[in-house]
């Protein structure tokens, strides 16, 4: 099956600075790779995702990037504010005899401190 | 719409106890699953359901069994509660659209095996 790699588990910013997590994942036949914020206890969230027919995706301070051929994903989070501190989940999944399921790297704790 | 709701958001039991997880949405989605969550593992897949009489395991089955009898319902029981189920669970719906899962999660039930 799938395997999704997060790095780093953990990541200090100052308030203002970029954050930029990655993720790795093993199957080819993966086309699909969401980012969730999780929030100390509360549920996960989609912030943004990106499907393989598109290398790079935008929203205000987020992004991710996508290079298929080296298997890699990244979320890039530009002048963080100390809202942003959370825990955040890339995830991958594929079309075929896994549908329905998504596969999770371990998360990364991000703190921005003011 | 109410979403994905789960009860109970606690529960503690002895070892050897039993119960079961309610996990009920109303945004008539195919895909319905259910993950623990516990420190530095990130979100582990435990069951999961791609429509009403299907099941299939994810990849921390053991102890734990799940049916699907309707769109909405999707119950995850505890057969004989052991210390290491002690995790968060969540229960998760999903649709694939245009190859895209996009998963909405519950509130999470934080359950405690003495």
């Known amino acids: 099956g799938e395997n999704v790699e997060q790095h780093p588990s953990t990541l200090s910013v100052q308030e203002g600075d970029s954050a930029v997590i990655k993720c790795t994942y093993s199957?080819?036949?993966?086309?699909?790779f969401p980012w969730y914020k999780q929030e100390l206890g509360k549920r996960p969230q989609l912030i943004i995702d990106?499907?393989?027919?598109?290398g790079e995706k935008k929203d205000q301070r987020i992004a991710v990037t996508l290079n298929k051929t080296a298997k890699h994903f990244s979320l890039h989070i530009t002048e963080t504010h100390p809202e942003d501190s959370a825990v955040y989940f890339c995830a991958a999944s594929s079309r075929g005899s896994t549908l329905g399921r998504l596969y999770f790297g371990r998360g990364t704790q991000l703190t921005v401190w003011p | 719409n109410a979403g994905v709701t789960q009860t109970p958001k606690f529960q503690v039991l002895k070892t050897g106890q039993s119960m079961t997880l309610q996990c009920a949405q109303d945004?008539?989605?195919?895909?319905m699953s259910w993950y623990r969550q516990d420190p530095g593992m990130g979100l582990r897949l435990i069951h999961y359901?791609?429509?009403?009489?299907?099941?299939d395991q994810g990849e921390v089955p053991n102890g734990y069994n799940v049916s699907r009898s309707t769109t909405e319902d999707f119950p995850l029981r505890l057969l004989s509660a052991a210390p290491s189920q002690t995790s968060v669970y969540f229960c998760?719906?999903?649709?694939?659209?245009?190859?895209?899962?996009?998963?909405?999660f519950g509130a999470g039930s934080r359950l405690t095996v003495l």
């Open positions: 945004m008539n989605h195919e895909y």
């Open positions: 990106i499907r393989s027919n598109v």
């Open positions: 359901s791609v429509g009403a009489g299907i099941t």
């Open positions: 998760a719906s999903s649709y694939e659209g245009g190859g895209a899962n996009v998963l909405t």
């Open positions: 199957d080819s036949a993966s086309n699909y």
